[in-house]
């Protein structure tokens, strides 16, 4: 049976110790990295000096980088792997976003542990492995921000101004404005505090 090698991306230190104990008692899945963050694991796949990654199983909301920007990056630059998220948020949003960025499963992490193995032996044999209950529901409300006011309303979740948005994004003042308001306007918020609440319990920050 071929050994699956797997990377890890978790901010919680003790569930990625946890995680990593589960997987390396299965006699085919071998973690062979564990990341604090996206950006740790993005750039081990990238080094060349790294051992191949086979599946990389991600976290969604983690400092530097999200799960789901790690999976749009390694979707984008064709790396030789395949994602599978595991989080807390049952959101629809969450997993629409994720799809779209090629991710290949999507599990809750309540889920009981041979689940997740499931998973992983279904995805790396070119299957996918979606949370079930997640699925009907993920197609029914569409995401109404762009990119670009995604960006800027996450920013502003983190309590930035308008001027340090538009340094962080490079972009002008006026801009910013335009896509804060523009946001707020989508989610019928009365200002951007309110619209990045509710684009943040929808899953689509």
Known sequence: MKTINILLAEDQT???NALATILDLEDNLHVVQSCANGKQAFDYVQAPESEKVDIVLTDIEMPDMTGLELAQQLHDTQADC???ILTTFARSGYLRRAMDAGVKGYLLKDSPSQD???AIQKVHQGGTAIAPELMVESWMEKDPLSDKERHALRLAKDGLSTEKIAEKLFLSTGTV????SSASSKLNAK???EAAR???QNGWL
């Open 14 to 16: 003790m569930l990625l």
């Open 177 to 180: 404005r335009n896509y804060l």
């Open 82 to 84: 395949k994602t599978i």
């Open 198 to 200: 509710i684009a943040h």
């Open 116 to 118: 997740l193995i499931d």
């Open 191 to 193: 200002n951007r505090v």
